[in-house]
């Protein structure tokens, strides 16, 4: 039995913005799944501190009123999440999240942001489907969003853009790119994590090394833990860890 038929956790958050050095985390989920049905779904709404920007909550449909209103205080919630992965890390389940150095790389900012302990060095096992996607299935044209992705490999996928359906929708995604690909069942997780690292490596030199920092399932250029600057501006439209060119 191969590590898709086991225990993974899909992870996904919904954002104020693009750029995981300075959004904020609005929503969250860790969702658990077993033999491909889910078992346990953690969500978090979040206050992120500041307004959302309407083109933000045009996409996943998150007012600054109702983060306000329901939201968890970030640091709380940024601590619950980060503690939540690094669970199932250290009891070797694999975290699947589409687009991973995005989500991650923005989790590690508000790590640094409130002062919390940072994930694991590196963080892991993780399953990226974008990554392995690209990598087995180069010349398929199109874009390679995550709903693209459901769409070609029979995954329905809920509510795009919200935590909880994409962390789900990513792990079915994973699940389905095992069965198609035989070789990556048969992979162990960490040696597949090693194998995703240099596929979006070579991508990256050979697409977009002018627009991608390097490094995966972490950009390289991840802030270190400290608090930043608060004057600079922490929000601009929204692509969520699900939305990949």
């Not at 306000?68 to 999440?81: Q, S």
């Not at 090693?194 to 950009?219: I, M, N, V």
Request: charged share 20%; hydrophobic share 40%.
């Amino acid at each position: 039995m191969g590590w898709h038929e086991e225990l993974l956790v899909g992870f996904d958050l919904e954002t104020t913005g693009t750029d995981p050095a300075h959004a904020r985390i609005v929503s969250a989920a860790v969702t658990e799944v077993a033999a491909g049905r889910p078992v346990r779904h953690r969500c978090w709404l979040v206050d992120p501190g500041l307004p959302i920007p309407p083109e933000a909550t045009a996409i996943h449909g998150i007012t600054t009123a109702r983060a306000r209103a329901a939201g968890r205080p970030p640091r709380e919630a940024v601590a619950e999440i980060a503690q939540a992965l690094t669970g199932h890390w250290a009891a070797g389940v694999p975290v699947v999240a589409y687009n991973a150095p995005f989500d991650l790389t923005l989790l590690t900012a508000e790590l640094a942001r409130h002062g919390l302990p940072p994930l694991p060095v590196p963080p892991g096992p993780v399953i990226d489907p974008l990554v392995v996607d690209r990598a087995l299935d180069r010349d398929r044209p199109g874009r390679r969003t995550l709903q693209a992705a459901c769409a070609e490999y029979g995954v329905v996928l809920g509510r795009a853009h919200q935590a909880e359906s994409d962390a789900l929708a990513a792990v079915q995604v994973a699940r389905a790119l095992a069965r198609r690909y035989p070789q990556l069942a048969r992979r162990d997780p960490w040696e597949l994590h090693h194998s995703q690292a240099a596929w979006h490596a070579e991508w990256s030199a050979r697409k977009d090394a002018h627009r991608t920092p390097p490094g995966w399932p972490l950009h390289h250029r991840a802030p270190h833990h400290r608090v930043p600057d608060p004057s600079i501006p922490a929000a601009d439209p929204v692509r969520t860890g699900t939305s990949a060119p």
